[in-house]
């Protein structure tokens, strides 16, 4: 399965972003899809996580309240929507998915990742 993930850019704090991840493949609809995101100097860390059918979704602590995982299996993509935004946000945010349908929030349990888009939160 290859990865496409667009909807990066700069916001004032406080704003919203909509991330997508579409999918170049049918079998997206029968994997869960992960996102995580990589902040300047620090690891790579679990954002928010999706089953396969959409009806079971996890989100880290730090973001939970604020953002939202969905997906479209129709159109093969996943969406995070990005809400009350905050400097610490700022990251390369990356869309992956995970050969079997329940969530995960362990990166080496993702076998299908995309090339990141960048998102930048000005205070």
């Known amino acids: 399965v290859q990865l496409q993930a667009s909807g990066g850019g700069l916001v004032q704090a406080g704003g919203s972003l909509r991330l997508s991840c579409a999918a170049s493949?049918?079998?997206?609809?029968?994997?869960?899809v992960g996102w995580f995101r990589q902040a300047p100097g620090r690891e790579r860390e679990f954002v928010a996580a999706?089953?396969?059918?959409?009806?079971?979704?996890y989100y880290a602590d730090t973001v939970r309240g604020r953002f939202t995982v969905s997906r479209v299996n129709a159109n093969n993509t996943a969406y995070l929507q990005t809400n009350n935004l905050k400097p610490e946000d700022t990251a390369v945010y990356y869309c992956?998915?995970?050969?079997?349908?329940?969530?995960?929030?362990?990166?080496?349990?993702?076998?299908?990742w995309g090339q990141g888009t960048l998102v930048t939160v000005s205070s």
């Open positions: 999706i089953s396969w059918s959409g009806n079971r979704a």
């Open positions: 992956a998915a995970r050969n079997a349908p329940g969530i995960s929030t362990i990166q080496h349990e993702y076998s299908y």
């Open positions: 493949e049918r079998t997206f609809s029968s994997v869960a």
